[in-house]
């Protein structure tokens, strides 16, 4: 004989089904939104090759920057990646280097900016350092950047431009970095 009688039987499976209903995803799931993007993507690779046909410089897709702007020079390309971040919300936090995933430019931006600097395209890393202060609840956040306009010899290395080899970090940006905020 089991031990269970009829009433817990009931009791168990109706607790189960409210887990089941409570643990259920709500909104939209990876699998909606994935074959949302693939639609649009199609739409998009159609008029990006009209545009290309036109001789036009098209970015679209995978390894396009962060931000494109427009100036009386031509076209500048930013690319923002973290260098240095304070840990902690102290004012005393030690700083480490962000990770190379975060840091260095993934694949598909070293291809793209590599064809885009040869072509003779204003390209630039824009590092920038992170102060975290105020609580942990409700962090607040002080930026500093530098800028690196990429070139040519900057590709030479297979994991592209490394803002640890590039020595960014003057006077100012030190004292910068040992300053607390209160």
């Given at each position: 004989m089991s031990g269970w009688t009829k009433a817990k039987r009931i009791a168990a499976a109706k607790k189960a089904a409210r887990t089941r209903k409570a643990n259920r995803k709500k909104g939209v799931t990876t699998?909606?939104?994935?074959?949302?993007k693939a639609a649009?993507?199609?739409?998009?690779?159609?008029?990006v090759r009209k545009l290309l046909e036109?001789?036009?410089?098209?970015?679209?897709?995978?390894?396009?920057?962060?931000?494109i702007a427009h100036d009386m020079d031509g076209?500048?390309?930013?690319e923002v990646k973290p260098h240095m971040k304070r840990a902690g919300y102290e004012p005393t936090g030690r700083w480490y280097v962000a990770g190379e995933k975060?840091?260095?430019?993934?694949?598909?931006?070293?291809?793209?900016f590599k064809k885009l600097v040869y072509m003779g395209v204003d390209v630039n890393m824009v590092y920038y350092y992170r102060k975290r202060y105020g609580s942990?609840?409700?962090?607040?956040?002080?930026?500093?950047?530098?800028?690196?306009?990429?070139?040519?010899?900057?590709?030479?290395?297979?994991?592209?431009?490394?803002?640890e080899k590039l020595q960014l970090i003057d006077k100012k940006l030190k004292h910068w970095m040992k300053t607390q905020i209160v």
């Open positions: 699998a909606v939104a994935k074959k949302a649009g993507t199609t739409a998009e690779k159609g008029f036109m001789n036009n410089l098209v970015l679209n897709g995978n390894g396009i920057p962060d931000i076209w500048k390309l930013y975060a840091r260095l430019l993934n694949r598909n931006q070293r291809r793209e942990k609840t409700s962090p607040k956040y002080k930026f500093k950047y530098q800028l690196v306009k990429l070139g040519k010899n900057d590709f030479k290395s297979r994991k592209g431009p490394d803002p």
